[in-house]
């Protein structure tokens, strides 16, 4: 009798739940994210003149994305050569107890807190960026039970869609504590509002520490053997040189805007307008996410995740420069409901096209062995492009005329746009086809490019499960050779 015969089939919430608690982690990543440029806003009109003409006011929105840079690297690491499951259990812990503390900041005098304040963010970071590596990496492992056919759907909606999600919540939260507190408490609500991203990491710790291993990274770790790395580089440098660079030019502008989101609704109404007509505004621009990232995850699925991020980032260019011309006709206080539409369909083309499909192609893209350190670097190169784009976009607005003059704030949408067709171009050229079964390929790729190179890939697996077949009943010697050929055709040529 076979072994497929003998192992009972798991119903549909069996396989689905690995993915579900692999991945909405990063709701927590969206949220905590998202409320610091809400918070950004609240602490202006706490603190005065001691925020806006200090550096806090920069480092307290951008710092958390230092500490995800390194979260994402160590986590990468963690998840490759531990476990899956240490890296998101771990990662959990750390946004739990970081979230409290900043929602608790405490110092002497305004300088006090926010050099508090700071600190946490950046440790806070740490734990965000761990999500990544590990939750997102075994999210996608986790898919390869799900229906051929349905898989990018599911990966997207429990790792991008949560994110953006998270981004929902935390505008939406900020202006429920505000409703409740009303305008004299606002040193309440920007404390309450931070200490609301506890719940979402602390909800589903307890479902991370029942979770195994994904049976692929069983198969395929090479953490009981030395890591072949210049054989890796060979192989790998040039797809994760091209996803780097889409995800620093993604998160560049994508995070860039959330963050001045509510500053930019500010400028538009007013600065004498009281908070909650912005506040209010800028949850009706972030429910903008969600439909580009739910239609974006069926489409990745229906034509391929390369010809969605293309579509995509060609629609949102051609948006943008459309936002760029209209500026000074749609950014005034009589127009807002249109300057909230178009700026909110720029956003959802990115969803649907780059925002969806970044973290699916890194994840999908190399082989289980080293996963977690190529989604780590790849993500993190897109982590940097978020921290230069929080210093470099005022800069933009400041020597285009500054925040006060419709050059200004037209320069953003010009450079945005600019670069989604850039990178539309980028993906069309350089990114390869991923397909249902892309993961597997990977592996039996990876395998016969180590073996033709002289690696004994016999040291591939744990040890207890080495020398077993594949998932699909084949061996990797059996089946690696049709895959091999056209991956060796694509990107060793490229490499050599």
Known sequence: MSESATVPQKSKWEVLMPVIVCGSGLFSDGYLNGVIGTVNTLLGRVYGDDYKNSPAQSNVSSIAFAGTIIGMLVFGWIS?????KIGM???TVILIVFAALCAGAYGVGAHGVLAALTAYRFLLGIGIGGEYPAGSVACSEATGEIKSGQRNRWFIIFTNVMIDFGFVIAAFAPLCVLWIFGMDRLGVVWRVSLGLGVIPPLSIIYLRTKLKEPERFKQETMKDTKVPWLLVIKFYWFKLATISILWFIYDFSAYSFGIYGSSILEIVLGDEKALYKPFGWNVVLNLFYIPGAVAGSFISDWIGAKEAMTVGLIAQGCVGLIMAGCYGK?????????????YGVFLTLGELGVGDNIGLLASKSSATAIRGQFYGIAAAMGKVGAFVGTYVFPIIIKNAGGNKTIKGNQAPFWVSSALCLFSAALVYFCVPHIGQDTIMEEDVAF?????????????IGVKELRGQRLDDGNSAENIAEPVIGKNEEKFESVAM
């Open 89 to 91: 259990v771990a990662s």
């Open 447 to 459: 395998r016969q490019y180590l073996s033709n190179n002289g690696f004994d890939v016999s040291q």
């Open 80 to 84: 490759d050569n531990c476990s899956r």
């Open 330 to 342: 749609l950014a005034t206080s009589e127009h807002v409901a249109a300057f909230v539409v178009v």
